[in-house]
């Protein structure tokens, strides 16, 4: 059951209805001209004015109309008028499917389809603006087209749609990539169908950090493994440290773990351009050090400043190091790490194509545990090994990706009527309408216009 009412996305646009008075003050002010009289006596000739009559009457009932009417359509179109149907009591429960897999599902599920479809469901394709799809569809698919929105996205959208309470029989597979990071809480009854799949392996090729990687996958995981090459590129590393300093060794210990973890070279101080420099010192970093950074490069810096003994923890990957001291660090900078008071240990900005990191402590065990710290090493990684995928390794979005959603897993979170924040309504604009209308009562008007100033002249 529908009830349908019209309403408007912007009502004050209704407010043009005032041009209503513009037709009305044409159409009730009539000044007349005033007839020239013929004499045949010049005696009777000198200055006159002309005369003229007014009046408040109506002549042209139907051009008013005609003229109003077209200003308050102008004005609803202004308003954005749009059709609500709120659904209301029991309706007819739905059977979606993707209709690029419609074609095989309907062979494997043929019986389970039909009984539904005689017990009045109606067929929609799971995709956005879930469109009515019937048994011819079965010979008219689109296999190339990919659900590009999330299963968790489009049943969420159902709860706009379906009645609360009604039933839902939904045709697709349990793939990780295609049901989203949430579960979906709806208010409907959804019943799974699981889609059998007779090719359950994928793999593609991705790269990270200048090597590539295959990945193959099943069901149940993805596994990458390093393809061998003797084309990957050494990292080139420059490390300055001012007299006395012995900051160097934590840092060279940490590289060496990260060439043994990664199987990549780390070439340490060579000639040349490099892609990381480290500059382990209070002074100020030379333009020949920096000069010396390949284009897109990353410069690590010590900050000089007020320091500030402060008992506190450095948040690295979630984890809670313990630090004693720390420098003043600027607020205009993206922070990369933070202590437990939110101030910046390390941040970051971009400089003629350089990117620096700023670090407001150092590495060294009388400012912070960090040297010696496990997460010191996966701290380093990043800045190390640049790569723009190095947040989500591992984690990409990739078609052939075959995981599933595992067995006896939750699936959705159901809601109560009470809990639900939406009103199942559809939609549908009518501004379309509207301006059909308009320009058809515009035609008329002209018409009636041209028509009667015609006839005017004829007359005269």
Request: with cysteine; hydrophobic share 40%.
């Amino acid at each position: 059951m529908k009830n349908l009412t019209v309403q408007f996305l912007y009502p004050i646009g209704l407010l043009a209805i005032a041009g209503l008075i513009i037709p009305l003050i044409i159409h009730l002010w009539n000044v007349k001209q005033g007839k020239t009289l013929k004499i045949g006596s010049i005696a009777l000739l000198g200055e006159s004015s002309r005369a003229s009559s007014k009046s408040f009457k109506v002549n042209d009932w139907l051009l008013l109309i005609l003229r109003c009417l077209l200003l308050i359509l102008v004005a609803c179109i202004i308003a954005q008028p749009f059709l609500k149907k709120s659904l209301t009591g029991k309706a007819n429960g739905w059977i979606l499917v993707e209709k690029s897999k419609f074609q095989t599902v309907f062979k494997n599920n043929k019986n389970k389809i039909d009984s539904l479809l005689k017990l009045g469901y109606e067929m929609h394709d799971f995709n956005p603006g879930f469109t009515t799809l019937t048994l011819k569809d079965t010979a008219n698919i689109d296999s190339a087209k990919q659900n590009a929105i999330s299963y968790t996205a489009l049943l969420n959208q159902l709860n706009t749609i379906i009645p609360t309470g009604n039933s839902v029989y939904l045709f697709a597979n349990h793939r990780l990539n295609a049901i989203g990071n949430e579960l979906p809480r709806i208010s409907y009854k959804l019943f799974r169908n699981p889609i059998n799949e007779t090719d359950t392996l994928g793999n593609w090729i991705t790269d990270y950090a200048g090597k590539k990687y295959e990945a193959k996958s099943n069901p149940s995981s993805t596994v990458y493994t390093a393809i061998a090459s003797k084309d990957v590129p050494a990292i080139r590393v420059s490390i300055y440290e001012s007299a006395g300093n012995s900051d160097r060794n934590y840092l060279n210990s940490a590289l060496k773990a990260i060439a043994s973890f990664s199987r990549r070279r780390i070439e340490i101080n060579p000639a040349g351009k490099v892609d990381v420099g480290f500059w382990l010192s209070d002074e100020a970093v030379s333009s020949a050090f920096k000069s010396s950074i390949t284009s897109g490069g990353t410069l690590f810096r010590y900050e000089k400043g007020k320091i500030i003994p402060e008992a506190s923890f450095i948040v690295i990957d979630g984890k809670n190091i313990t630090s004693s001291r720390r420098i003043e660090a600027k607020k205009t900078l993206e922070t990369i790490w933070a202590d437990g008071f939110g101030n910046s240990i390390l941040s970051a900005e971009k400089q003629n194509n350089l990117n620096i990191l700023h670090f407001y402590s150092r590495l060294n065990p009388q400012w912070s545990q960090l040297v010696w710290n496990e997460t010191f090493v996966k701290a380093i990684m990043p800045i190390v090994i640049q790569d723009n995928k190095s947040s989500n390794f591992g984690f990409e979005d990739n078609d052939a990706d075959q995981r599933q959603l595992a067995k006896n897993q939750k699936e959705t979170i159901q809601i109560s009527k009470t809990e639900k924040t939406t009103q199942n309504t559809q939609n549908k604009q009518l501004h379309n309408i509207f301006w059909i209308i308009a320009f058809l009562i515009f035609l008329t008007e002209r018409i009636l216009t041209f028509s009667k100033k015609t006839a005017n002249y004829v007359k005269n």
